[in-house]
């Protein structure tokens, strides 16, 4: 659909008339207005006056285009009720904003551009649609029960049961541009102070005008904003051709959603899979420790691997001397004695009484995954500074999988049902 400005026979303008600079037909929906100011040219007129002649000119509005479709004359149904715009104020905010990490807090400056579009019904009832680069907000005028002004603690409340809160952003901002239907007489530089808190999730602010000396407070004004999606305004101004375009990216990035969850469980799935999965043992033999030194220790039987993959390998105690400890040593030794892996492990069985209670703490297993990248014919060979009576279980598994990388695939997964969430989610 076309955003050109459409008609609406319930609101009934009050006068219509052509532009004195450009001819550009205007109507007039407030008949409070003293002035108008023309979106195509940016000439101030006298909205009251037969003449209507220009006042001044604010310049060229090519410089301060919209952010988005929305335009003077555009009707839009919001709760039900059919308004239309009337006046657009581009507002620069110079402000602080409140900051709070790891444990510390403060005030940051900072600079932000904002549209300020005012709607107004049949009734003459209005209020103000929000809309900067991060979406839009609906404002509107609130009577607070605690009027409050920059306190100097910074924290505020408006009503009588809101608790106090911190001032997330307080500062200046001041017109940059302005067209349609206004009160009074806008001019560049126009300047408002604020302070804005927010209170489950909605800003609450009070904005004060200071009179020219710059000392006296002039006007006081309380607003409270909604968010509101982008889709909801599309389909409030009736724009289906963007609702459209919308309505793929958020196929897309639903069909994303869905495929991404259901691959974060598999791999999580698989991951538990891995954890408790030990593999096919294709080797064991017990080996005499008392047959194991630091220097010409027997090598193992030879152990068949039919293909490269990972393998792991398990040391396991079966017998061993009460209250005492050993360190095992072990290398993985290819056919032509060279070593392509090395393994140790720390062995302890410790036993007796303890403040009159008996204790039995023992270390008897442990293992490795390892990787060979040629079939072949392999080795174990094992090591200990002394000799010592018992012995111990060398066997080893294939078809082992790593856990942490289907782990680390279940994260990144779910990072991206995340991100895929809040394409889709933000416009709804």
Sequence with gaps: MSTAIQTQT???????????????????????????????????????????????????????????????GLIGTFNNKEYQVIARTRWRMKYKEYWNEEGESGYSNEVWMYDEWLLIDENRTYFYLIEDKEGYAISEEII??????????????????????????????????????????????????????????????????????????????????????????????GNNDEIDQLNQKE???????????????????????????????????????????????????????SSPGLYRLNMDVLSMVENSEMYIFSYVLNQDSIAVSTFDGNFSWWSGYEEGEYYNETSFN????????????????LFMETPAPGSIKVSVNKGIWLTRYF???????????????????KNS
């Design 144 to 237: 607070p029960e605690t009027p409050t002004l920059l306190p100097k603690d910074l924290r505020m409340s408006f009503f009588k049961k809101q608790p106090r809160r911190i001032v997330r952003e307080y500062g200046n901002a001041e017109v940059t541009h302005f067209e349609g239907e206004s009160n009074y007489q806008i001019k560049h530089g126009d300047k408002i102070r604020f302070a804005t808190i927010k209170d489950r999730g909605i800003d609450y602010s009070v904005e004060w005008r200071m009179a020219d000396n710059d000392v006296n407070i002039k006007e006081v004004e309380f607003f409270r904003e909604i968010p509101i999606s982008r889709r909801k305004v599309l389909e409030a101004f």
């Design 10 to 72: 319930n609101l009934a303008t009050v006068t219509q008339f052509d532009c004195q600079n450009c001819g550009a037909a205007h109507s007039v929906q407030n008949p409070r207005a003293k002035f108008i100011v023309c979106q195509y040219c940016g000439s101030v007129l006298d909205a009251q006056s037969e003449e209507h002649q220009i006042l001044k000119s604010l310049g060229n509005p090519d410089r301060h285009p919209p952010f988005s479709f929305i335009q003077i």
């Design 407 to 425: 782990f680390l695939a279940a994260i990144a997964c779910l990072l991206a049902v995340w991100f895929a969430g809040t394409k889709f989610g």
């Design 251 to 305: 196929g897309f990035w639903r069909f994303f959603h869905r495929v991404a969850m259901a691959t974060g469980i598999l791999m999580l799935l698989l991951g538990f899979r891995a954890c408790v999965s030990s593999g096919d043992q294709i080797f064991q033999q017990e080996i005499d420790l008392g047959t194991i030194s630091t220097t010409n220790s027997p090598k193992s039987a030879p152990i068949e691997i």
């Design 366 to 381: 442990t293992s490795k995954t390892f990787k060979l990248d040629e079939a072949g014919t392999y080795y174990i060979q």
